[in-house]
T-cell receptor
Framework: GAGVSQSPSNKVTEKGKDVELRCDPI?????LYWYRQSLGQGLEFLIY????????KSGLPSDRFSAERTGGSVSTLTIQRTQQEDSAVYLC???????????????FGQGTRLTVV | KQEVTQIPAALSVPEGENLVLNCSFT??????LQWFRQDPGKGLTSLLL?????REQTSGRLNASLDKSSGRSTLYIAASQPGDSATYLC?????????FGTGTSLTVIP
């Protein structure tokens, strides 16, 4: 596709339910990032995938959060047993490459707005 | 840990003015710095990317500078327009993540 695509654009779920958020990066981009933006807050790093390397999960806030990237392309962020504090906009970004001196310009999707009621 | 600060937090200017947004970061070991804009309820739109070896980048009315040794970047917007109203974010890339500032909310008054 022309840009990073995220689905769904909006998700309302009941507390305690599991949710899956999807990210389709730009074709050919090897680096993929997930961020979270809570109301009135800055962007919080969640997880980073680079090619076939082990992901950097250092930003995941709890073990209820997990993410995978299949075939080096599509990524799914899963939140289990959702809580009200999980309500936020979840943003995905991809870049062509990673590393100093390389083209690491990141392109973001429009985000998924998650509301836990 | 890398910390990114943006000043001012909010800025309101009349249409046609030139303006400067500031970004500072605490650790100069960065791969690059990227400026984004975010419109309400939307994702981030990339404006300019400056590699760590570069001093500035220009795109149309936008010019971004980078002084890595002092941990500073500026975004200069020439001849501002109402359509420039948005939140502007800077982000430094340290390899496996981007560290974002909290943004400058810009309003350009017609």
């Amino acid at each position: 596709g022309a840009g990073v695509s995220q689905s769904p654009s909006n998700k309302v779920t009941e507390k305690g339910k599991d949710v899956e958020l999807r990210c389709d990066p730009i074709s050919g981009h090897t680096a993929l990032y997930w961020y979270r933006q809570s109301l009135g807050q800055g962007l919080e790093f969640l997880i980073y995938f680079q090619g076939n390397s082990a992901p950097d999960k250092s930003g995941l806030p709890s073990d209820r959060f997990s993410a995978e990237r299949t075939g080096g392309s599509v990524s799914t962020l899963t939140i289990q047993r959702t809580q009200q504090e999980d309500s936020a906009v979840y943003l995905c970004a991809s870049s062509l490459a990673a590393g100093i001196g390389r083209n690491t310009e990141a392109f973001f999707g429009q985000g998924t707005r998650l509301t836990v009621v | 840990k890398q910390e990114v600060t943006q000043i001012p937090a909010a800025l309101s200017v009349p249409e046609g003015e030139n303006l400067v947004l500031n970004c500072s970061f605490t650790d100069s070991a960065i791969y690059n710095l990227q400026w984004f804009r975010q419109d309400p309820g939307k994702g981030l739109t990339s404006l300019l990317l400056i590699q760590s070896s570069q001093r500035e980048q220009t795109s149309g009315r936008l010019n971004a500078s980078l002084d890595k040794s002092s941990g500073r970047s500026t975004l200069y917007i020439a001849a501002s327009q109402p359509g420039d109203s948005a939140t502007y974010l800077c982000a430094v890339n340290t390899g496996n993540q981007f560290y974002f500032g909290t943004g400058t909310s810009l309003t350009v008054i017609p």
